[in-house]
């Protein structure tokens, strides 16, 4: 391919407006009242898609949010790699710890980024991410470089769990039929260390509810007489842990894969340094599961973690009072092998198990997906270690990724294809926090080295 880095300098301007147009939009897929900016940007990524080359654009009706399907087919006899992305985002929340407004895009110098950063809720996750793959496409089909075919689907649904997916993949087999599937919704180790993510865990996520009196009562005529639903509530979740900070849900670790001395050995090649960690987010020390080093607790061990915790009253100044309920939203990232579905009932049960008398407790499932691992020896790995080669000038590391999309397991099981994870982010963008952001370098270099997959796995399927 010629004049892949030419093309990309000549436009970077245009490439980095149009992603800040885009995340000007609010498309917040868990509260119902973006409904309609959530729709507005279904609208403009087919609108994008048409413009960088598609010849089919469609927005798919769901019960959910819509599905944009695009398509350029150049020869029925060549490869098909279908590129899957989402355009919704993650609330704001906490809205004060932004230093800029969320979606009112800005672009920072910082010490990781001295070329910039854009900093808006969605710029790595995953608006920034999938409109490389947007540009992408257009560097192809303007300079005539495209060598195989290319299919998209464009969610609406990925952070409130993809729940219109699965219908749409069963319904649209043949449509969406492809050799491979990429993904950039993952990151790299590092912004000079280039690495391609092979595992990823799976994922539990559960709201539970603690039931006490009929009503909030008066804490000094009540209190010590009654069960404080709060109270238990703090009692329960810490002892799902203990003092080796392992879980203690019975079944929990059955079906977990244990990796080989030798592959923990190769996985702790990757550069880590743990004081700059520590440094990076402002804490003294880690923790997590004994006998485990940071960089496996969050990739190859399963974690329950609580994600909010709520009840009584919370407003300014005092009110004393024992609340009727008190709730908590809780996760469990899951390793290959342990069923998301299972899980969820072994939670369910053994928490009900331990509640107190006193209380009611309601365990209420959301959302969850399976754990996935796709092999360093397939086309599509060798084809992506090949681009990343080209234009990072070293050789990719793979890497296990302690977060989940849940949907890879499930295209692996519909569609028969394996995915590829080209994720350009860094552990540093604060995706799902304030301040998230997406350097310009990360996200030009990403549309410079996207085509290149395409031309080496073309070349490779032969």
Known sequence: MQDIKKYVDQHKDRFIDELIELLKVPSIS????????????????KTRLEEAGCDLVEVCETKGYPIVYGEKIIDKNLPTVLVYGHYDVQPPDPLDLWNSPPFEPVIKKTDLHPEGAIFARGACDDKGQMYMHVKALELMTKTDQLPC?????????????????GDFLKENREKLSNDVILISDTGMIAIDVPSITTGLRG???????????????????????????????????????????????????????????????????????LENYKKALDIDAVYGEAGYSTNERNSIRPTLDVN?????????????????????????????NQDWEEITQLFKKHFESIAPEGVKVLVKPHHGGQGYVTPITSVGYQAASKAYADTFGKTPIPQRSGGSIPIVSLFEQELKSKTILMGFGLDSDAIHSPNEH????????????????????????K
Request: charged share 20%; glycine share 8%.
């Open 308 to 336: 909010g915790i709520w009840g009584g009253y919370i407003g300014e100044g005092a009110k004393t009072v024992i609340a009727s309920k008190a709730y908590a939203k809780i996760s469990m990232r899951l390793v290959p």
């Open 438 to 461: 997406f350097g310009v370098w990360n996200y030009l270099k990403g549309i410079e080295t996207i085509p290149l997959f395409y031309k080496y796995f073309t070349e490779l399927s």
């Open 30 to 45: 868990a509260d119902s009242a973006y409904k309609q900016d959530v729709l507005n940007t279904a609208e403009a990524v």
């Open 149 to 165: 075919n290319v299919k998209f689907m464009i969610e609406g649904e990925e952070e409130v769990g993809s729940e219109s997916l």
């Open 203 to 273: 994922l539990s996520y559960v709201e539970v509810e603690v039931t006490g009196p009929n009503r909030d009562l008066h804490s000094g005529l009540y209190g010590g007489a009654v069960a404080n639903p709060i109270n238990v509530l703090s009692k329960m979740i810490a002892s799902l842990h203990d003092e080796n900070n392992h879980i203690t849900i019975p079944g929990f670790y059955d079906k977990v894969e244990n990796l080989s001395a030798e592959e923990r050995a190769e996985m702790a090649k990757a550069p880590f340094s």
